[in-house]
């Protein structure tokens, strides 16, 4: 028997919103890199995310380690974009006075 060597495809997609996902799942590659950073194994994240294949994880963390400066600068985009949305979000909805504007609101179905 001979042993074939051959390049496995890396398990990663990117969606149409620009977010890179593992596999046929929803985890995010940021998700993964977060992990890992704090010290997971393979085995452990897949315990976390159930949905993730051992093989993919070992995939993807390799991705990262080939192509950190890459994979670093993508992360650094997304953390800016979830802070422009965190703050148009914050500008269309006040935050000030909301739990007063909930208690507010759920009086007024009890009195109903």
Do not use: W
């Not at 590659?29 to 994880?57: C, H, M, N, P």
């Amino acid at each position: 028997m001979t042993l074939a060597i051959v390049a496995e495809p890396v398990p990663l997609k990117i969606c149409d919103d620009g977010v890179v996902r593992v596999g046929n799942t929803r985890v995010t590659l940021d998700t993964i890199v977060a992990v890992f950073k704090q010290g997971a194994t393979a085995e452990e994240i897949v315990y976390r995310y159930s949905s993730l294949q051992l093989a993919d994880v070992y995939a993807t963390v390799a991705f990262y380690l080939n192509h950190q400066h890459e994979v670093e600068t993508y992360l650094q985009q997304r953390q800016q974009q979830a802070q422009e949305v965190r703050k148009m979000n914050e500008a269309r909805f006040d935050p000030q006075g909301l739990r007063d504007r909930l208690l507010a609101r759920k009086a007024e179905r009890e009195a109903c």
